[in-house]
């Protein structure tokens, strides 16, 4: 629980940091519709923001989809993050420890740490965001 409050304050921090140079139009990169890709087996990722405004974190933002029927392969994210579900509903295994993942929850995932995202159960698409800080 205070691994989901550190990530989610460590998160702000970076986003207030960041809004200076995203007001003026410095350092802050927004790629141009980037289609998905697949990260590893399993899961589709598209890169909908990257901010380099502090000179010792960054912050991406991803968004993440798991087709229905699968599972994916470890995903490891380049930093802490935090993870909110919007759509469908899967089992996520961050670090070895299963969470139901539904619509409207959020998961704290630790540096370093690997998901597996479960879809297996379900009949719709998991599509998640992925807000991860990292150090340079």
């Known amino acids: 629980m205070w691994l ?7 998160v702000a921090m970076a986003w207030v ?10 350092q802050t990169q927004r790629p141009t519709r980037e289609l ?19 000179p010792d974190l960054s912050v991406q933002i991803w968004d ?4 229905p ?6 995903l490891v994210l380049p930093g802490a993050a935090v993870v909110s579900v919007r759509s469908g509903e899967a089992t996520l295994v961050i670090a070895g420890e299963a969470r139901r993942a539904t619509i409207g929850t959020s998961h704290g995932v ?3 740490a ?4 479960d ?8 599509a998640a965001r992925a807000i991860i800080v990292s150090r340079r």
């Not at 989901?4 to 460590?10: C, D, E, N, W």
């Not at 998905?36 to 502090?54: C, I, K």
């Open 110 to 112: 630790a540096e370093g």
């Open 36 to 54: 998905f890709e697949e990260r590893v087996p399993g899961v589709l990722v598209r890169v909908t923001h990257r901010t380099s405004a502090s």
């Open 119 to 126: 879809n297996r159960e379900s009949d719709a698409r998991l």
């Open 64 to 67: 993440l989809l798991v087709a």
């Open 4 to 10: 989901t409050a550190a990530i989610a304050l460590l």
């Open 69 to 74: 029927g699968e599972r994916s392969e470890a």
């Open 114 to 117: 690997e998901i597996h995202i």
């Open 17 to 26: 940091m960041a809004s200076p140079a995203q007001q003026r139009g410095e």
